[in-house]
């Protein structure tokens, strides 16, 4: 199996981001899968998971302003993260597992900036 | 859950042995504690999982150990490729928490 995160590498402050995870060698179903992000300041901080079904679990930290989704047709789940400060600009993970990751993508960096 | 790792950095000798901690500021329970090695430009690769149990393709010299708020991971016989960051991780509760990180360096 094999995740690959896609999406805009810089958005605007106050916007919105918004990624997706294609899975590629295996299928979205029957599994948990989570969003990860990794900053200098912060460290390794965990965003949240959604199981195939659509069940989704935030982090509260984050929870007002987050929204996971699952499309299990196209094999991808996806990440909206609204409201976006420069506090939020790291690197995004996606990942399988609702507990530990076994499956991690390479990471995209995301920076906010006007 | 706050996890706390140390040392913050670990300088030693390939062939030499590494041990890390990793503290819990509340038991983790079930024993439900990840570890991870990051090297530079890379995404974090489980090691272990369980506290103990071997990810699939990690080889023996990494061992998992500890229960309740002490936990550590001990690398036998460093590798030249085993230089690297690790992290521990929490998955007893929610929010899901990482340590801050331990650098094995070499000395």
């Known amino acids: 199996v094999q995740l690959q995160e896609s999406g805009p590498g810089l958005v605007t402050p106050s916007g919105t981001l918004s990624l997706t995870c294609t899975v590629s060698?295996?299928?979205?179903?029957?599994?948990?899968w989570s969003w990860l992000r990794q900053s200098p300041r912060k460290g390794l901080e965990w965003i949240g998971n959604?199981?195939?079904?659509?069940?989704?679990t935030y982090n509260p930290s984050l929870e007002s302003r987050v929204t996971i989704s699952v499309d299990t047709s196209k094999n991808q789940f996806s990440l909206k993260l609204s409201a976006v400060t420069a506090a939020d600009t790291a690197v995004y993970y996606c990942?399988?597992?609702?507990?530990?990751?076994?499956?991690w993508g390479k990471g995209t960096t995301v920076t906010v900036s006007s | 859950i706050v996890l706390t790792q140390s040392p913050g950095i670990l300088s030693l000798s390939p062939g030499e042995r590494a041990t890390l901690s990793c503290r819990a500021s509340?038991?983790?329970?079930?024993?439900?504690l990840a570890w991870y090695q990051q090297k530079p430009g890379q995404a974090p690769r489980l090691l272990i999982y369980?506290?103990?149990a071997r990810a699939s393709g990690i080889p023996d010299r990494f061992r998992g150990s500890g229960s309740g708020t002490d936990f550590t991971l001990t690398i036998s016989g460093l590798e030249p490729e085993d230089f690297a960051v690790y992290y521990c991780?929490?998955?007893?509760?929610?929010?899901?928490?990482f340590g801050q990180g331990t650098r094995v360096e070499i000395k």
């Open positions: 990942a399988r597992g609702v507990g530990y990751m076994d499956v």
């Open positions: 060698g295996g299928t979205t179903i029957s599994f948990y």
């Open positions: 959604i199981y195939y079904s659509g069940d989704t």
């Open positions: 509340q038991s983790v329970t079930r024993s439900n």
């Open positions: 369980g506290a103990s």
């Open positions: 991780q929490q998955y007893a509760n929610s929010p899901r928490t």
